[in-house]
T-cell receptor
Framework: AQTVTQSQPEMSVQEAETVTLSCTYD???????LFWYKQPPSRQMILVIR??????QNATENRFSVNFQKAAKSFSLKISDSQLGDAAMYFC????????????FGTGTLLAVQP | GAVVSQHPSRVICKSGTSVKIECRSL??????MFWYRQFPKQSLMLMAT?????????EQGVEKDKFLINHASLTLSTLTVTSAHPEDSSFYIC??????????FGSGTRLTVV
């Protein structure tokens, strides 16, 4: 069974600095998708970034980028120029390439942004 | 973008009663919807996958007779917590697959059973 591990329960970053959140996963599939979701205090899940496993190029979305290491099964999220609004719980998630379309979430990392 | 509307946002019910949570896709058809449960400061745990016109698929350990899921149309899925007990108190979130962009989530329902 696939698993997603986030080893950092909490992280803190100074405003305008850069922070990296870690995520590792375990799968025997070769085709899959990886996601980072943000959950602010409102608890609305917001997609931050998405990566297809078959793409070697790391996905980027403005200040957010990933370091996808397929062989190492690692999928870290880098947030540049951190802003106060980035403070939230961040979840790494895995979706297999089959027909099930189920998202498997990691345990989450609570990010605090210090002014 | 695709919007999933979830209601109610908060509900308090008495122990032993049933409560229904609705999840509607507003501007797209959702063949498949998912229901998650989230405890405070914890991750989202998938409870079941809801497919329009067919029976839901429940994850291991989820009581299908307690958590009734109905997906009667392409825009509406409902989760009914039957004979609710305090241990059912939690945050429930629905989501739907939207095109090639992945998943869109409802805003969640905080259920408190007293």
């Amino acid at each position: 069974a696939q698993t997603v591990t986030q080893s950092q329960p909490e992280m803190s970053v100074q405003e305008a600095e850069t922070v990296t959140l870690s995520c590792t996963y375990d799968t025997s599939e070769s085709d899959y998708y990886l996601f980072w979701y943000k959950q602010p205090p409102s608890r609305q899940m917001i997609l931050v970034i998405r990566q297809e496993a078959y793409k070697q190029q790391n996905a980027t979305e403005n200040r957010f980028s990933v370091n996808f290491q397929k062989a190492a099964k690692s999928f870290s999220l880098k947030i540049s120029d951190s802003q106060l609004g980035d403070a939230a719980m961040y979840f790494c998630a895995y979706e297999g390439g089959g027909a099930t379309n189920k998202l498997i979430f990691g345990t989450g990392t609570l990010l605090a942004v210090q002014p | 973008g695709a919007v999933v509307s979830q209601h109610p946002s908060r509900v308090i019910c008495k122990s032993g009663t049933s409560v229904k949570i609705e999840c509607r896709s507003l501007d797209f058809q959702a063949t498949t919807m998912f229901w998650y449960r989230q405890f405070p400061k914890q991750s989202l745990m998938l409870m079941a996958t809801s497919n329009e016109g067919s029976k839901a698929t429940y994850e291991q350990g989820v009581e299908k007779d307690k958590f009734l899921i109905n997906h009667a149309s392409l825009t509406l899925s409902t989760l009914t917590v039957t004979s609710a007990h305090p241990e059912d108190s939690s945050f429930y979130i629905c989501s739907a697959i939207w095109g090639i962009y992945g998943y869109t989530f409802g805003s969640g329902t905080r259920l408190t059973v007293v």
